[in-house]
Structures are given as C-alpha cells and as structure tokens.
C-alpha cells in the first residue's frame, strides 16, 4: 500500500467520522421537527418514509393547553438567574485563578472540577429538606439557585481559560496610564474577554435548559420546561404519553435551545481562538 493509498483511506475515515458525528446530531433534530407536526397516520404508515400531512393540533395543545409555554417562560427566568449568580461568583475566581499565584491554586482547580463528581440524586432529600427550611421550595430562584452550584464549576474553569488568553502586558500598561487594577479589568481586559464570556454564557443557558431532574424534585407549580414536559409526558393516561405528543414535545425542547446557540455560535468560535493562544 502507497502513502497516497494510505493518505485517501486516512481522508476517508476522517470524512467517515465527521459525517457520523453530524448524522448523529442532525437526524434526531429533523424527525422532532418532522413528527412534531405531522399527522400520526403519516409515521404509522409503512410505506411512508417522510410525512406528507402536517398540522400544529398537538404543539399547540403542549403549548397552551397543557401548560408548556408557561414551562418556556420559566426555564427563560431561571436560565437568564443562572447565568447572572454563575458569572458574578465565576468571573472573580476565573480571574484570580488566571492572573494570581497562590499557594494550593492547583488544588482548588482540582477541588473545583471535583464538585461535579457527586451525583444529585444522591443529594436529593436532604437539597429538599434544606430547601423546605429555607421557603425556597417550588420558587424559580431555587431552581435558579442548584443550577448555578451545577454550572458554576464549568463557568470558572472557561473563563480561566478566557482569562489567560488576555495579555497581562496590555493590563499593566493601562496601569501605568493610571487605571487602577479593577478599572484595568474592566476597561481592557473585560471587553477582549466578551466573545468568550459570551460562549460561556451560552454553555450556562444550555445546561439550565435541558437541566430536569432538579426542576422536578424542587417545583411543583413554577416548572421549567423539561420538568413539564416531563410532568405531562408521565399524567398521560396510562402513564405513557401518545407519540405524537412526544414528537411535538421534543421539538418545542430543542427548537429555543438551537436558537440561542445559532445566534451565539461566532462568539464560541472566538473564544476557541483566545484558549488556543
């Protein structure tokens, strides 16, 4: 065998894997949006490949009928709470963690990926009972609250990443202009850091989002969505929803999540830029 053989099988198996991997994650997004809105006669039918008769009875009636909207506006609400709680706690230690030495910095970056090891189900009566003492329970800012102690970790690492990409020459020359240091991280570091605040902010929505488990065991009547789906999807008579409300379910969960990606997917391209620096 050649190296130009060897090189076309190399290309080959390359392209092979790129197109699995979007296989992968395209095909489950088009049959959601394809189901979601046709008839249930359509992918019944066996000698249907693709639907051809379409309507929006069943996304409306999860939307309005059933209480799903109400389940969007909440995980908006606790998304945009996360985000805000995760990046006033994670900026400063982002930040500290890049541009400071301090002894035992190692281990508290250990120490800070090692949170993530402990399961919630683990931890679910007593992050109940606790929530139970403190009237927190079925309250968007409780929510709000377990998914910034799940997000956190991730939003300190990134922006750690982001942070040590930001020359520490540019900030000691703002110094020198007379910038103090807090008015040098704000006028010179923070604004070349966006993008990739920006990406990190878009992992923190995403992770809220899809986030169902805390939801359900916090919340009973202010759930977020996955919860609700989940909620209505299990009162389905006979404990098992109709498929035609779980493809119209799975298309209104991934369609806001896609949206907010499309329009902040250039922001986490540039911060792949700034941590490859």
Do not use: C, E
């Given at each position: 065998m050649n190296d130009e053989t060897k090189f076309m099988l190399k290309r080959l198996a390359f392209y092979t894997f790129i197109f699995t991997v979007v296989a992968w994650i395209i095909i489950p997004i088009i049959i959601s949006t394809l189901y979601g809105?046709?008839?249930?006669?359509?992918?019944?039918?066996p000698k249907k490949i693709f639907p051809t008769s379409f309507t929006i009875k069943y996304v409306k009636t999860l939307l309005f009928t059933?209480?799903?909207?109400?389940?969007?506006?909440?995980?908006?609400?606790?998304?945009?709470?996360?985000?805000?709680?995760?990046?006033?706690?994670?900026?400063?230690?982002g930040y500290a963690v890049a541009k400071f030495i301090f002894p035992g910095k190692d281990t508290i970056k250990l120490s800070i990926v090692a949170l993530r090891m402990f399961p919630i189900p683990v931890m679910a009566i007593p992050l109940v009972i606790l929530y139970i003492k403190l009237n927190l329970i079925d309250t968007l800012l409780g929510v709000a609250l377990?998914?910034?102690?799940?997000?956190?970790?991730?939003?300190?690492?990134?922006?750690?990443?982001i942070f040590a990409g930001v020359s520490t020459e540019l900030e000691e020359a703002g110094m020198v202009f007379g910038l103090t240091r807090l008015g040098s991280f704000f006028r010179i570091t923070l604004p070349l850091a966006l993008p990739g605040l920006a990406a990190a902010a878009m992992f923190t929505f995403v992770m809220s989002w899809n986030e169902v488990f805390v939801a359900s065991i916090l919340t009973l009547s202010h759930r977020t969505l996955p919860a609700q789906i989940l909620s209505i999807m299990a009162g389905a008579s006979g404990g098992a929803a109709p498929d035609y409300y779980k493809f119209a379910a799975a298309f209104i969960m991934i369609i806001p999540a896609i949206t907010f990606i499309f329009f902040a997917r250039k922001y986490l391209v540039t911060m792949w830029g700034i941590t490859l620096k």
């Open positions: 809105f046709a008839l249930p006669r359509d992918y019944y039918d059933l209480g799903a909207l109400d389940g969007i506006k909440n995980s908006v609400i606790v998304a945009l709470i996360t985000i805000a709680i995760s990046f006033a706690l994670g900026i400063p230690a377990a998914h910034t102690a799940m997000a956190l970790p991730f939003v300190v690492l990134i922006t750690s990443s």
